[in-house]
């Protein structure tokens, strides 16, 4: 895995579609539009966020922990306005693997804008970051986002019943899906 070039200078990733940057603070409106939304929280261990000064935190938290070189959060832009957020997180550079997380702001679902995103970040992760094994973790009721994996090369792995502590949610279920390099290859 090459951490540097994940964590040398901010990638900023593209398609024809989707751009995919560095979320700043004149995104507030963007985020907070995100994170105010109950139903994008609904099968995820985040809590959403009522208020606008913890939002303005946050933001300055994705910053930090890009620096810390322990997570990295692209904002989703479609014409310069925020539709989500895709993030790469908990790398593990014994094994070359790290774990991806994803949610759009509402009004953008069912448009093919999450699976476009996973396809930039992966040929992101494994062309430039040499990463084997990308993962996610999926409560099992999110259809959605099981989806979206799977159209990408992502193979249900199994459950991990009763495995994890979720913000709002208690103890869930995870179902972990995966794609190694030898898979995107092909």
């Not at 901010?10 to 398609?15: A, E, N, T």
Request: hydrophobic share 40%.
């Amino acid at each position: 895995m090459s951490i540097e070039a994940i964590f040398n200078e901010f990638p900023i990733l593209k398609s024809d579609r989707l751009i995919m940057k560095k979320i700043e603070e004149n995104d507030l409106e963007g985020v907070f539009a995100i994170y105010n939304n109950e139903r994008v929280f609904e099968y995820c261990g985040i809590i959403p966020k009522h208020n606008k000064d913890t939002v303005r935190k946050m933001i300055s938290h994705f910053e930090r922990d890009y620096i810390k070189r322990t997570r990295i959060k692209w904002g989703i832009f479609i014409n310069d306005e925020l539709a989500g957020i895709i993030e790469a997180f908990d790398f593990n550079q014994k094994v070359n693997m790290c774990t991806i997380g994803y949610f759009l702001e509402e009004s953008y679902w069912g448009k093919g804008i999450a699976t476009e995103a996973v396809k930039i970040l992966l040929a992101f992760l494994y062309n430039e970051g040499n990463v084997n094994r990308v993962q996610a973790e999926v409560m099992p009721q999110n259809e959605s986002s099981k989806k979206v994996l799977l159209k990408n090369g992502f193979m249900y792995e199994g459950t991990l019943r009763q495995a994890t502590l979720w913000s709002g949610k208690g103890i869930v279920d995870l179902e972990i899906y995966s794609i190694l390099r030898e898979q995107y290859i092909k």
